[in-house]
């Protein structure tokens, strides 16, 4: 993709004060593709998950979500992980609503929760607010613990449904650890993005996230798997990444989409202006590889998953 690939496309919306006048409109930048990604044949939930921290989990969960919705699909970011991360990266403010522990622990409806990310048409975030981080201890005694999250998911998109905007996407951005509050979040969805660092030890935590994704398959959710990795601050340059890359690619070869996303400075400064980077620098090639990324997952939504993948562009 080049820049102008992305167009700014303005939308006229109505004041607030004055609905039926129609010459009074306030106007919102709304950064769209020119080429649309294909819509899902129901809505498709991703956890990003990976108990190893600083790995790329929330820059992936929010770039990719970015470009899907920028390709004009409708995607929701939970942001599942105290440090509320994901909330910074999309410019939510994580005080104005009811947040996602209330949501776990109050039995407050996601909807409540829901924030519309600035610049986008279609895309929503639930936030993640500071009480979050002691929804674990809260919920312990609770029946059903480990599947409040999916209660609560289930009946957003039944609404959602019902009103006409289904979701294609919900994307589930969560804290570095096994616990609860990442349980929740496979219990409650089918598909699992593990993005991994191209660094030494990477590999090795994968197999403790395995093994506990078996243990949500017997005992929570049958239909929960690894449907995505997703190389993350790829270093073409050194030995180590590309021997990474190739452990991942032997040992992944349906899962991996085979677009690393590089170390960028662009990536790591986006969430400072509180923006991802596909809209910060879209030209830039972190923003063009996590679109190729957000491509390459809308297109295996359509064909299927054991259909073969269109083939990925390769950093050199
Ligand atoms: N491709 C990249 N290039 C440069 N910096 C990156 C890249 N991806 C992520 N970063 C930076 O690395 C740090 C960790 O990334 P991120 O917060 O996405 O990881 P995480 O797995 O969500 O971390 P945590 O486990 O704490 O939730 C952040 O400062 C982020 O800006
Ligand atoms: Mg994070």
């Known amino acids: ?7 700014r496309e303005t939308e006229a919306v109505p004041s607030h004060n004055s609905p039926e006048k129609t010459t009074e409109k306030k106007v919102v930048g709304v950064r769209r593709l020119k080429e649309a990604m294909p819509t899902p044949t129901k809505t498709r939930i991703f956890t990003v ?15 990719i979500a970015a470009a899907l ?10 942001d599942l992980d105290p440090q509320g991360n994901a909330c910074t990266a999309l410019g939510v403010d994580r005080n104005k609503t009811p947040g996602m522990f209330e949501v776990l622990v109050d039995e407050v409806p996601l909807a409540h929760t829901i924030q519309k ?6 895309l929503e975030c639930a936030p993640a607010n500071k009480e979050l981080a002691g929804a674990e201890i809260a919920m312990v005694s609770f029946v059903a613990r480990e599947s409040i999250l999916k209660s609560a998911l289930l009946d957003y998109m039944s609404e959602r449904e019902a009103a006409g905007s289904r979701l294609d996407y919900v994307i589930i951005d969560c804290p570095p650890s096994l616990g609860l509050l990442t349980i929740n979040a496979l219990a409650a ?4 993005l593990v993005p991994i660092q191209c660094e030494y030890y990477s590999l090795e935590g994968i197999s403790l996230l395995m093994e506990t994704l078996g243990k949500i398959r017997k005992a929570l959710n049958p239909l929960v798997r690894v449907s995505t990795i997703v190389l993350t601050m790829f270093d073409s340059r050194t030995r180590l990444a590309n021997d990474v890359a190739d452990d991942v690619r032997r040992h992944f070869p349906q899962e991996l989409i085979d677009i690393p996303i590089p170390r960028a400075v662009r990536i790591s400064e986006a969430p400072s202006f509180n923006q991802t980077v596909m809209t910060y620098d879209a030209s830039s090639p972190g923003a063009i590889a996590y679109l190729g990324v957000a491509r390459e997952i809308a297109a295996r939504g359509v064909v299927g998953e054991s259909v073969s ?3 990925g562009v390769k950093y050199p």
């Not at 990976?50 to 770039?63: D, L, M, P």
């Not at 919705?69 to 939970?78: E, F, P, R």
């Not at 969805?189 to 699992?192: C, N, P």
Request: no cysteine; hydrophobic share 45%; glycine share 14%.
């Open 69 to 78: 919705a920028m390709g004009g699909l409708k995607v929701l970011v939970i």
């Open 117 to 122: 990310v600035p610049g986008f048409a279609a």
């Open 49 to 63: 998950a990976n108990q190893k921290g600083g790995v790329g989990k929330t820059t992936s969960a929010v770039n």
């Open 189 to 192: 969805t089918e598909e699992v």
């Open 1 to 7: 993709m080049d820049t102008a690939a992305v167009s």
């Open 309 to 311: 993948r269109t083939e």
